[in-house]
């Protein structure tokens, strides 16, 4: 499947190219490759299409969006350790819900996500200029520009909920000195329901090789329930029954099931998981960016892996969420054998042999040179312990492994679409019998006993157990009440602060942009 999308997308840079630098809107976007000889099958669309997607190699990258949603919960962290990991404070503000407006990754994320709007806003306004011109069938192209967007919809969704009151920007023929201002975010999240169902009904119902790793109707769906699960938080008025609804399309369609082994999500090779509704295909090779071996190991932790490069030692997750896990959970991992999969990496640390313990000669941690990943840590900065915090080893890290994995990243999963279902029903009535019954599926996946009942306590645990570091976890907590609360290097904070603020480097080059609360 990965095969097919990087024929597309290598053909994708070619055939764009040509109107990546266009600055004069008024010529002709398409002079170096002829209608009249492009854009006439499908396969010349999708071709076309690779420039949409590439933006989201960076979704996962150290510093990227996805890390920055992480750091901002209380699943992770990136303590300082020493002269390590300072970096201005940032990750320390992320984590205390204390952010600067000048904070490089706020600022980081802003472009990521902008950037991926404006390339569906250039390629939408390429392929209706071609309708318009006479050049395509309208029947041909109006499905690519529904993909499309429905995926700048997906962008907006990440705006709507880290930043809230954003520019709504859906155009690319825009006037020099375009300067748009903030829309209110219950006009943002307007927006976004209006494009997707627009966009949607348009989309194919098929799941193979040729729609792998690409928005299809199912992934609208996707968007939509997270849409709706959120619609209290976003537009103040809550849409439990249009979160189930849209959830209960992907159920329904029998497309997607559980994996017996929760791992197989998150394996090396894990292009065939029958839960991925939209993924990003990293590659080692043809598609790099997502580097968790780096982030999260251990610099000795090379020596476990044999991998090529040293890692950072940088990302772990806290004690009070690692200990939300029961031993028996077939999730969590077991303690002092890196050889079970897991979660976390806890305890001691071993070479690639399983025999000899790491050694970190160079540390002064109080248990000695043997590393041991230890649940509890001991600060959050200046000098938390180099072997201080369980790490991340919920993805494969096969060895020898390069800095950029192979690892598919699923941003919609279907055991997260059960919850969305089963919490929107429980949200409509805390009884209801489909709702325990979903949420216990996941259980016993697990190898855990099910619950008898659901509480806010209990869903919101067991969502974050399941979909751990997978990105949501902030959204969750916001959504549940818990955000603001005092945790573990984190006091209480207002809930103005559960939105980030806007970069300051966005409202030094654009005067129209106004500052959200608390800022």
């Known amino acids: 499947m990965k095969k ?229 938080v976003y537009k103040g008025a809550p849409e439990w029954d249009k979160a189930a609804a849209a959830a209960d399309e992907i159920i329904n369609s029998g497309a997607y099931s559980l994996e017996a082994n929760y791992f197989a999500n998150f394996n090396s090779n894990n292009a065939g998981s029958n839960e991925n509704i939209f993924v990003i295909p990293y590659d080692a090779v043809n598609a790099e960016g997502f580097n968790l071996v780096q982030s999260t190991l251990h610099y000795v932790s090379q020596e476990t892996f044999e991998l090529r490069d040293q890692p950072w030692n940088g990302y772990c997750s806290l004690a009070e969420f690692y200990n939300s896990y029961e031993d028996a959970d077939a999730r969590k991992g077991v303690r002092d054998n890196q050889a079970i999969r897991g979660n976390f990496l806890a305890g001691k640390q071993y070479k690639s042999n399983g025999k000899d313990q790491l050694q970190d000669g160079t540390a002064d941690d109080p248990d000695g040179p043997g590393v041991v990943f230890t649940p509890e840590i001991n600060a959050h900065f200046p000098n938390c312990y180099r072997q201080a915090g369980v790490r991340i080893g919920k993805w494969e890290f096969p060895l020898k492994s390069t800095p950029a994995l192979n690892n598919d990243f699923s941003l919609f999963r279907y055991a997260d679409i059960l919850l969305v279902k089963a919490e929107a029903l429980w949200r409509k009535n805390p009884a209801d019998a489909t709702a325990l019954a979903l949420v216990n599926q996941i259980r016993a996946r697990a190898a855990v006993a099910p619950f008898t009942s659901l509480t806010a306590e209990n869903l919101l645990a067991e969502r974050g157990r399941e979909m751990f570091f997978e990105g949501w976890r902030r959204s969750d907590l916001i959504r549940f009440g818990k955000y603001d609360e005092a945790r573990q290097w984190k006091p209480a904070s207002q809930p103005c602060k559960q939105l980030w603020p806007i970069p300051r480097a966005q409202l030094d080059a654009n005067k129209s942009l106004k500052q959200n609360p608390c800022y």
């Not at 990521?112 to 309708?131: D, E, H, Q, S, Y």
């Open 4 to 232: 097919y999308w990087y024929k597309a997308l290598l053909a994708g840079l070619f055939v764009i190219a040509f109107n990546q630098s266009c600055s004069d809107l008024e010529e002709n976007l398409y002079d170096q490759i002829k209608a009249d000889s492009f854009f006439k099958t499908d396969e010349e669309f999708i071709a076309a299409l690779g420039a949409a997607y590439t933006g989201l190699y960076s979704f996962a990258g150290n510093g990227g969006y996805h890390n920055l949603q992480e750091v901002a919960s209380d699943e992770a962290m990136i303590p300082q350790r020493g002269g390590d990991w300072y970096d201005g404070g940032v990750w320390l503000n992320a984590h205390r819900a204390e952010f600067n407006p000048a904070d490089g990754p706020l600022d980081g994320a802003w472009g990521f996500l902008f950037g991926g709007v404006n390339t569906c806003n250039r390629l939408i306004f390429t392929f209706n200029k071609l309708i318009n011109d006479g050049a395509v069938d309208p029947a041909l192209a109006t499905p690519f520009i529904s993909e499309l967007r429905t995926l700048r919809a997906l962008w907006y969704l990440w705006l709507i909920d880290g930043f809230g009151n954003v520019p709504i920007v859906d155009r690319f023929d825009v006037p020099a000195g375009f300067a748009p201002a903030n829309a209110p975010r219950a006009e943002v999240y307007a927006f976004i329901e209006k494009e997707l169902n627009e966009s949607v009904p348009n989309l194919p119902k098929v799941k193979n090789a040729s729609t792998y790793a690409r928005i299809n109707y199912y992934t609208g769906k996707a968007i939509q329930a997270k849409l709706y699960l959120n619609a209290q």
